[in-house]
């Protein structure tokens, strides 16, 4: 008999794969547990809708742009996780019509930076749904996203039969120094923060989970330039035409089953994709680097960050000789970070 050793290994990686998606599937389990309903609405969620998921934790600043960016888009609800905020974010949220709440005291890092809640979620009322999974912080944009709404754009996708919309995380920054803004805190996100690398992105596919690992942008040169293997991953699969058996992996970088991973290659790909305007360096970014030297809550080796967040304290500025001032999504599809993908065939 023909020995093929090569086979073998991708059946057992399989096998593991299987294996690691029922823990992760249980944990998230296990996981919806724990949270406590503020506020239910799910009742109003109807067939077709377009579902946002979050974990939150003293966004109140940011919540107003948010709620608004994704209802434009055409958000039907939002299904959000409050990780004990003290801010008066919650009392905020509670009294949205198109927000249910949920409150959850645990380790935000011990639930696998919130993946846990939301995929506890996500299992409950995401199924049949496309889901979008977001930080507050994070503002997705898309090729004609001031024309085409999420339904639309889901509808085109679902007919190319494209599971996912992979996005490449852009860090956003002041033309000043950490702590400043460019606008007041009304005005948009892309106003106050209008800076951001247009390169260099480097991108490499990991195995077995065929994952995604796009780096680079302004916190490798700014902060990671003698360590470029430890700057934060940039690539995400924010939305997801969800499915039961789902689960993100670490963050929504990476998803399983695996063939979701392959949905996005990163910057330069033909395939539509999409921008998530990174709002990470308004102004209170020097307060909360401050509170995760304390917390460390937000990276799996948190003692390997301490430097970067120490940095971000000492307010550098991050602006540059190469920086690009924001002007709109045609901008970044010219720059090849995100693409408007092939025309669809309407014959």
Not at 34 to 56: H, K, M, N
Not at 174 to 194: Q, V, W
Not at 237 to 243: A, D, I
Request: hydrophobic share 40%; net charge positive.
């Amino acid at each position: 008999m023909t020995r093929r050793p090569g086979l073998l290994r991708r059946a057992f990686a399989a096998y593991r794969l299987r294996w690691k998606r029922r823990e992760l599937l249980w944990r998230c389990i296990r996981a919806g547990r724990l949270l406590t309903p503020v506020a239910d609405r799910t009742a109003a969620i109807r067939s077709g809708d377009v579902l946002a998921f979050c974990v939150i934790r003293n966004e109140a600043p940011r919540l107003p742009e948010f709620l608004a960016h994704y209802r434009d888009l055409g958000v039907a609800h939002f299904l959000i996780v409050d990780n004990d905020s003290s801010d008066g974010a919650a009392d905020l949220l509670a009294g949205q019509e198109d927000v249910s709440l949920w409150r959850c005291g645990g380790s935000y890092r011990d639930a696998r930076f919130g993946l846990d809640w939301t995929g506890a979620l996500q299992r409950r009322f995401g199924h049949g749904h496309w889901c979008l999974t977001v930080d507050a912080d994070e503002l997705l944009i898309y090729p004609g996203y001031d024309r085409t709404s999420l339904p639309q754009l889901t509808a085109r996708l679902a007919a190319a039969r494209i599971p996912a919309m992979g996005a490449l995380m852009l860090d956003l920054y002041p033309s000043g120094r950490l702590g400043t803004a460019d606008a007041p805190p009304e005005a948009p996100l892309t106003e106050r923060l209008p800076w951001f690398d247009a390169g260099p992105y480097r991108a490499q596919r990991m195995q077995p989970r065929h994952n995604l690992w796009v780096q680079g942008g302004v916190r490798q040169r700014a902060f990671f330039a003698d360590r470029p293997r430890l700057a934060p991953t940039l690539n995400k699969l924010p939305l997801v035409n969800w499915r039961r058996g789902m689960v993100h992996v670490n963050s929504t970088h990476s998803l399983l089953p695996p063939k979701l991973n392959l949905c996005w290659d990163g910057p330069g790909d033909p395939r539509l994709s999409g921008i998530l305007l990174h709002g990470k360096f308004l102004p209170e970014i020097v307060a909360k680097s401050e509170e995760e030297l304390q917390r460390r809550q937000h990276f799996a080796r948190p003692e390997a960050y301490v430097g970067y967040h120490r940095a971000i304290t000492a307010r550098p500025v991050l602006r540059g000789p190469d920086s690009r001032r924001f002007t709109g999504w045609q901008q970044l599809v010219d720059l090849g970070l995100m693409s408007a993908g092939a025309e669809p065939n309407t014959r």
